[in-house]
């Protein structure tokens, strides 16, 4: 099977193969290893010894605390198993470990990794576990991001969590009602009092409105694929040439252009973004909260660090719309590991990890979007006492996430074309869109597509006949 088809996850496949295979598949799977058995105790009954089961995570000191809550609580409720948390700092380190031989029974894992894990035999497939436990990811969870889990007609990893780029936006700076009355370009508000939706042009009347005394400043886009990718998918260009092999980036296409020389327009004015001496004293985000900064894009694990900023009043938009809307982001998942010994004991922990009561507790952190929908629309994660008042942006923007194509030199790709990208944005002076952009393309090739190098025949020195050797 070529790399392209395996790559296309039909989800509905598994789910019917579920139906059909369960029976067999229950008869032929190997049995649960039997407790270790420990000398008597008082009552004269030998007692079990606990079956061991690692489950690893990532994130933020925070984040792995409420996973360890997670992990007490189900150990409390089985005297059979006991789960013990192993944490990394970042996706990254968890992923080189798992490569590396070294995966826990069950762990969390980025949906960029899926392709990896996959192709590393890493993964042991969680359609049919997690059916047999009860678990309802057809229609409790959402299903974007469980599609976004499927591939080879099998369920690898069950969603977890989703988190959409969205523009964060200080209320105080942004004054939407005060630019109403002087006639300003502004969002609609809905039934509920809420503004949920807004165009380039409202972004950009913002942005001009914060900045109108020249400090602060009204907005930052990083320069990089991601931060330009949600201004390109809504103004229908493409970021790649293909969706499951891309070969070059396509930011030569004309969609494309229209779509960056509208955006640029806006992020290339140096009267509405931060100076180059602002940003060598701090990052965006720190400017953000310093009240330095009116608008910047950012995804949900800056809400915590958000709230603790002194003298910050925020919100939360979904990213401005070209033509149509879109976005993009990361979507985490719970993965069982190909060399488990204890499979069923982790399926149980995975079944328990996404239930409404465990999942809203680490919900109410303040860093993810819960793949459940129950618990995205509770009060656990909405948090209606507390800011973004608007937080309901982040479900809503789920349903327009673009989600990218399995890249093996990502961070090859990156460390290429950033350069690029940082001198489309930030450089001074006019702008040569058309040579910019052939430039990207052509840069990215050389990372996607490399070509072969040629071999040329090389002809061997003919011996004269009358020669002898020592001649």
Request: hydrophobic share 40%.
């Amino acid at each position: 099977m070529s790399r392209s088809s395996r790559r296309r996850s039909v989800l509905l496949a598994a789910t019917l193969t579920v139906a059909l295979a369960t029976a067999a598949c229950t008869a032929d799977a190997e049995p649960d290893p039997e407790p270790t058995r420990s000398p008597t105790g008082q009552s004269g009954k030998p007692t079990e010894k606990p079956r061991e089961v690692t489950f690893g995570a990532y994130g933020t000191e925070e984040e792995v605390a409420a996973f360890q809550s997670v992990v007490d609580s189900f150990n409390a409720s089985s005297t059979t198993r006991k789960v013990t948390l192993q944490s990394w700092p970042d996706h990254e380190s968890a992923l080189a470990d798992v490569l590396a031989g070294n995966a826990p029974d069950a762990f969390l894992t980025s949906r960029i990794d899926l392709d990896e894990l996959v192709e590393g035999e890493a993964l042991q497939p969680v359609s049919l576990l997690l059916d047999e436990r009860g678990v309802d990811f057809g229609d409790r969870f959402s299903r974007d991001a469980v599609d976004a889990f499927a591939m080879d007609d099998e369920l690898q990893c069950m969603a977890y969590s989703v988190s959409p780029m969205v523009v964060y936006y200080n209320t105080d700076l942004v004054d939407f009602d005060k630019m109403e009355r002087r006639g300003l370009d502004v969002p609609g508000v809905t039934a509920e009092g809420k503004r949920e939706r807004w165009t380039l042009a409202e972004f950009e009347a913002a942005a001009r409105f914060a900045s109108r005394r020249g400090d602060p400043r009204g907005v930052w886009i990083d320069p990089t694929l991601q931060g330009l990718a949600p201004f390109i998918y809504s103004g229908d260009g493409q970021v790649f040439d293909d969706d499951q092999e891309p070969t070059s980036l396509a930011f030569s296409d004309d969609n494309t252009r229209e779509a960056l020389s509208q955006t640029l327009f806006i992020l290339r004015d140096s009267s509405l973004t931060p100076t180059n001496a602002q940003l060598a004293r701090a990052t965006p985000v720190q400017l953000f909260k310093r009240g330095e900064l009116a608008m910047v894009a950012g995804f949900r694990n800056l809400v915590p660090e958000m709230r603790e900023a002194e003298d910050l009043d925020f919100d939360v938009l979904p990213m401005p719309t070209i033509d149509t809307r879109a976005t993009v982001g990361d979507i985490s998942g719970l993965c069982i590991s190909a060399d488990s010994e204890v499979t069923g004991d982790a399926a149980d922990f995975i079944a328990y990890a996404v239930s409404d009561a465990a999942i809203a507790t680490v919900a109410s952190t303040g860093y993810i979007v819960p793949a459940n929908t129950s618990v995205a629309a509770s009060p656990e994660f909405l948090a209606p006492d507390d800011e973004p008042a608007s937080a309901d942006v982040f479900n809503q923007s789920i349903r327009y996430m673009v989600v990218p194509p399995f890249i093996d030199q990502r961070e090859e790709l990156n460390e290429a074309v950033t350069p690029l990208l940082e001198r489309l944005v930030t450089a001074p002076g006019p702008l040569d869109l058309e040579a910019a952009t052939e430039e990207i393309d052509l840069t990215s090739q050389e990372i996607l597509s490399p070509e072969e190098p040629e071999e040329t025949e090389t002809s061997e020195p003919t011996e004269d006949p009358s020669e002898s050797p020592s001649q």
